[in-house]
Structure formats: structure tokens, C-alpha cells
């Protein structure tokens, strides 16, 4: 079975700097908008061999960067300009308990003053790589 080649990406840039709590708390929060948003990305529910069934999942593989602050800063201003879709973290959402409060944190903040500790992006291969570029894959 060959794997398909999808023509879209699905990335995760995360501060190297994070603990790995938070690097797993940042990736779930940054990808759960894209099947909303998206509904292509996501595939068919699943069933085990006893007709359980379970929740779909992404169809194509979701992949993690990770880079310093100035790479995210970079990374971020790229991917404005190429208006692609994106999530945001801060490092304010550390101190939030729900998602109101969350939204709140993002708007008090000026694009370019924003902490970020993760961006997840969904875009045209070539242009999530150009936009990635400087980052390196999570080991």
C-alpha cells in the first residue's frame, strides 16, 4: 500500500523552550479548530474488529516543528502574509481556565507583541514550508 501524497499540510510550531506538558497541551488545543474548519482534513469514523466504534481522526499526518522564539515570531509574520489558516497559543493561555478567558487573552494583545508558544497552520505544502522554514522537526 502506497501512501498518498496529500496536496495540504498540517504543522505544529512549537517553542523549544516548553516543557512537555505544555508542548502536548499546545499541540491538542492548536490542531482541535482544523475539523471545524476544514471538515476535508478529517477522515471516517473508525470500528474496531468487534463494531466498537470510534471518533474520526485527521486523514493526513499532522507534523511537529519546533523553534525559538524569533523563529515563531518569523514563522507567524509568514504566515500572515500568505493569509494562510493558523491557531494561535500564548503564553498567557497558561494562566487561563476555560475558553472565554482564553479568547480574552489573545485580543487584550497587539499581533506584533504576542507571546506565542505555538502556531499550528494548515495551508498548500509549499507554503507551510516556506512559511516553517528556519524551524526543525520535533525529535
Known sequence: MTTPRFDTKIAVLLRDDLETWQRLNVTAFLVSGLGSQFPEVIGEPYEDADQVGYLPM??????????????????????????????????????TGHDEANRAAVRAVGTADLDLVGLAVHGPRNAVDKALKGARMHP
Open 58 to 95: 485527521f486523514r493526513q499526518p499532522v507534523l511537529i516543528f519546533e523553534g525559538t522564539k524569533e523563529t515563531l515570531r518569523t514563522a507567524h509574520t509568514r504566515v500572515l502574509a500568505r493569509a494562510l489558516p493558523r491557531a494561535v497559543f500564548t503564553r498567557d493561555l497558561f494562566a
